[in-house]
């Protein structure tokens, strides 16, 4: 997997200023902020639904667990 140094980080920037323009360019860098902290914000809502859930299924499953061994002790 290709790595990004300093040099290349530092030809992006500079690229992107020329492009962009120095005015807007931290316009651009505060949305591009807050799309990311957007998308890290909708990972880890799906990260701890995902936990949920699997809780619920566990929780489910001993509680099967268990009635199966009471129903046994009961024939």
Do not use: A, R
């Amino acid at each position: 997997m290709p790595q990004i140094g300093w040099f290349e980080l530092l030809i992006i920037v500079v690229i992107s200023i020329l492009v962009i323009g120095p005015k807007d360019f931290p316009i651009v860098l505060k949305k591009m902020g807050s799309w990311v902290g957007s998308i890290k914000n909708f990972f880890t809502n799906v990260q701890s639904n995902i936990e949920e859930v699997t809780n619920l299924e566990d929780k489910n499953s001993e509680k099967s667990e268990v009635k199966n061994k009471i129903e046994k002790k009961d024939e």
